[in-house]
């Protein structure tokens, strides 16, 4: 009997502790990451740090070239993330937040997905550990239509260590060019 009671309670403590938890927050009352603060700030810590930033570019999934950047260039490329719709404001009227906690990876993500399809940030995740709240990560998917040119673009932010850019460009019926620039300044875990 005892050994039954023990087999019980094992089993509601996995199964409930295992599972992953969604919730979709809705509109009223907020307090949203601050995902441009968070950017400016990571650029901030960049500026007081004595790292050397080494990109290295992939085209269309082949070896293309690694060259030391600036913290100018590196802001740069930040920037064109930095728009007026992911201000904090803004940001909170504009996007709807949904969160999941992954407990087999112990993080949390929160989703953030716009209610209009029009504008160039249509999806924001932010990885946060839940125990003290700190960002882990930060990926940010963003469109933008140039004449007859389409450009996607994908921002994965590692707090304090590296991100990666992914651009993906179609002009007219010509194949889609893909180019992946990795900006590594303290990312160990290659």
Known sequence: ?????????FVFIVSN??????????????????VTSYIKGQLAYLDTVPFAFLKTTLKDSVYGDSVFITKQQLNEIAGKFLIPELEKSKFEELYNETSFMDASINTITLTYQPEDAALPVQRVDVYANPENGEIKKIYIIRNEVKGDSVIHQQLLWKHNK?????????????????????????????
């Open 162 to 190: 590296s991100c990666t850019l992914i651009t993906t460009k179609r002009k007219g019926d010509a194949p889609e060019i893909n180019i992946s620039e990795k900006i590594n300044w303290n990312d160990t875990e290659e």
């Open 1 to 9: 009997m005892y050994k039954l009671f023990v087999l019980v309670c």
């Open 17 to 34: 502790g295992c599972k992953n938890k969604s919730a979709k927050v809705k509109k009223g009352p907020v307090n949203y990451i601050d």
